[in-house]
Antibody
Framework: QVQLQESGPGLVKPSQTLSLTCTVSGGSISSGTYYWTWFRQPAGKGLEWIGRIYTRGSTNYNPSLKSRVTISLDTSNNQFSLNLSSVTAADTAVYYC??????????????WGQGTLVTVSS | DIVMTQSPLSLPVTPGEAASISCRSSQSLLQSNGYNYLDWYLQKPGQSPQLLIFLASNRASGVPDRFSGSGSGTDFTLKITRVEAEDVGVYYCMQGLQSPLTFGGGTKVEIK
């Protein structure tokens, strides 16, 4: 059974960099064809796609965040990471990692982490 | 970006009754391969989203058959034939056709 678990600081100061890691268990992050993806959800609001990294390393980011986002793979630890720079209070949200499975013409998010709350405050 | 619009915002339902949620996209989600890249997710209270339907009408593994998805192009519908108490939560449609992936605003289903 595949499991994803987010980890990282729950509190980040304004202007600093938010760094989160998603640890994948029950399967190798470097095998198969998947998009490893980050989302966020401010309290009481909807879901926002942040970006993704393909199994082979290529990335796509939301243009609204592109200048501040970096997503990377750490195959040795079976993890992928999110860095969001120059954060403000508007970046306060629950952050989720998820796996988008590519199965022929089918694409869908089959596994999600439980989410981690990150608060931006001094 | 493709804008996704859901209705209604809130949907009170009586257990055993049917429910229907509408989702409209600002651009067609029908790709040349004949598939509509529209997913439905349910976010139960305090949980992460879970996949219900992919490619507009395909039920995910383990999803009860009381859930069904339909539609093509820009108009899609999620139907629940007999709502159960465990179905409460916020339902989201999501387009997977092009980046950035975008979600509808959500429909909150609650038991009357």
């Amino acid at each position: 059974q595949v499991q994803l678990q987010e980890s990282g600081p729950g509190l980040v100061k304004p202007s600093q960099t938010l760094s989160l890691t998603c640890t994948v268990s029950g399967g190798s992050i470097s095998s198969g064809t998947y998009y490893w993806t980050w989302f966020r959800q401010p309290a009481g609001k909807g879901l926002e796609w942040i970006g993704r990294i393909y199994t082979r390393g290529s990335t796509n980011y939301n243009p609204s965040l592109k200048s501040r986002v970096t997503i990377s793979l750490d195959t040795s630890n079976n993890q992928f990471s999110l860095n969001l720079s120059s954060v403000t209070a508007a970046d306060t949200a629950v952050y989720y990692c998820a796996r988008r499975r590519i199965n022929g013409d089918s694409y869908y998010f089959d596994y999600w982490g439980q989410g981690t709350l990150v608060t931006v405050s001094s | 970006d493709i804008v996704m619009t859901q209705s209604p915002l809130s949907l009170p339902v009586t257990p055993g009754e049917a429910a229907s949620i509408s989702c409209r996209s600002s651009q067609s989600l029908l790709q040349s391969n004949g598939y509509n890249y529209l997913d439905w997710y349910l976010q139960k209270p305090g949980q992460s989203p879970q996949l219900l339907i992919f490619l507009a009408s395909n039920r995910a593994s383990g999803v009860p058959d009381r859930f069904s998805g339909s539609g093509s192009g820009t108009d899609f519908t999620l139907k629940i034939t007999r709502v159960e108490a465990e179905d409460v939560g916020v339902y989201y449609c999501m387009q997977g056709l092009q980046s950035p992936l975008t979600f509808g605003g959500g429909t909150k289903v609650e038991i009357k």
